[in-house]
């Protein structure tokens, strides 16, 4: 018991003395005792019932984010080659962000027996007038540019890749460019480094493949 509780309880005892000076003492005493140990069971009561909550709530918690891994999982599997090296945590967070995106790009980009790669968000300057953004995106049998509204697809023959180099774009910005034939492709406004050389890496190699 502490200190508080103690002073409490002798405040108590004095108020109880006064008003009950006409009743039996042990029967005063025996109900004060019976009370307070009723008030501490209730408290008692109370702490675990409160530590009961926090821990199916925490339950309930942890059995959410796992359900929600699992179908961010089921998506990347998709959209990501998962056989040949482990999801980064940049492809993870996208496609947890736009589930419907990465979906709808499985279900209705992808060719029959098209699988997914890797992919980077960026913007595409397909013309000096006209910018996109959206995803670039490596897969099995192409490299493909999927603006984020589902409505401008872009498709990149490996066989036609000569190069893939990146570029400074400003002071925190990357880009890449792709030497697609006699062009230049240009994707900028690229903030994750890693990540981009794992695209630009994985297009040259399937381009270096496609050409031997």
Not at 54 to 75: D, G, H, S
Not at 134 to 155: C, E, H, M, P, V
Request: charged fraction near 35%.
């Amino acid at each position: 018991m502490g200190i508080y509780q103690k002073i409490c309880y002798s405040v108590e005892d004095i108020f109880v003395k006064v008003l009950s000076r006409k009743q039996n003492p042990n029967e005063v005493k025996h109900k004060v005792a019976t009370y307070r140990t009723s008030k501490e069971e209730l408290k008692v009561k109370k702490k675990y019932e409160q530590h009961e909550k926090v821990k199916e709530n925490q339950r309930i918690t942890t059995k959410k984010q796992a359900q929600e891994k699992q179908e961010v999982l089921e998506i990347l599997s998709q959209v990501v080659d998962l056989d040949s090296f482990n999801y980064s945590r940049y492809e993870f967070n996208e496609v947890k962000r736009n589930q419907q995106y990465f979906k709808l790009l499985s279900e209705t980009i992808f060719e029959s027996g098209e699988k997914g790669l890797t992919f980077i968000r960026c913007e595409y300057d397909k013309t000096k007038k006209q910018e996109l953004k959206g995803y670039l995106i490596a897969t099995s049998k192409r490299a493909l540019f999927l603006d984020l509204g589902l409505r401008n697809l872009q498709k990149f023959r490996y066989q036609t890749i000569k190069d893939v180099t990146w570029f400074q774009d400003g002071t925190f910005e990357k880009g890449l460019y792709i030497q697609y034939g006699g062009r230049q492709l240009e994707f900028d406004e690229i903030f994750d480094t890693e990540q981009m050389k794992r695209i630009g890496n994985l297009i040259k190699k399937k381009a270096c493949e496609r050409s031997a």
